[in-house]
């Protein structure tokens, strides 16, 4: 049985026996989802109200959670596992949701998976800016070639006639 606190030191264990339970499932052919995990975790006592209660908890708009959803990896997909281990912990101590302490669990995560990015980084951040806004490597920025771009057009050339409607060839 585990038990449960809402410390950094057990969720650390709570990160790395749930990817252990994925491997685990994955080798017996089963569904890694969050009923398989609550049942191999605590037995006859994740009954339907239980896991009822600890998928209810879990809000997240871009992943729907309910007992037999397959789970991604949580090693690529760190931020829903988040959310259930906050759930399980809510739900095993009586502690509101809210009150799991968020910066210690993600804090775990990054101990549990030292080479995985952690949780609270933005991976867009400003070291991706896109292509066009950097500035020109330094062993381009003497050359003198010439600028080569699109002709310039003559005014006359963008006056064409257009045919008014009506008016077809007439013949």
């Known amino acids: 049985m585990i038990k449960i606190e809402n410390t950094q030191e057990c969720f ?3 990160w790395l026996r749930l990817e252990r339970t994925r491997r685990l499932l994955r080798t017996t052919h ?3 989802c969050i009923r398989r995990v609550l049942k ?17 908890m879990i809000d997240l708009d871009e992943y729907s959670v309910g007992g037999y959803e397959e789970l991604p990896p ?5 931020r829903l596992h988040r959310e259930f281990l906050r759930a399980i912990v809510a739900a095993k ?7 799991v302490h968020l910066k210690e669990l993600d804090a775990a995560y990054s101990v549990a998976f030292p080479n995985s990015t952690p949780i609270n980084v933005n991976k867009k951040s400003a070291h991706s800016q896109p292509a ?5 490597p330094p062993s381009r920025m003497g050359d003198s070639l010439p600028f080569v771009g699109p002709k310039p057009h003559s005014v006359a050339s963008l006056k064409t006639p257009v ?3 009506g008016e077809g060839r007439r013949g």
């Open 40 to 56: 191999a975790w605590f037995g006859l006592r994740a009954n339907d109200d239980f896991i009822w209660e600890v998928c209810h």
């Open 163 to 165: 045919a008014h409607v």
């Open 30 to 32: 089963k569904r890694f």
């Open 132 to 136: 066009h806004s950097q500035p020109c």
């Open 74 to 78: 949580p090693k690529l997909y760190p």
């Open 93 to 99: 101590t009586g502690i509101s949701y809210y009150r």
């Open 12 to 14: 650390v264990q709570l």
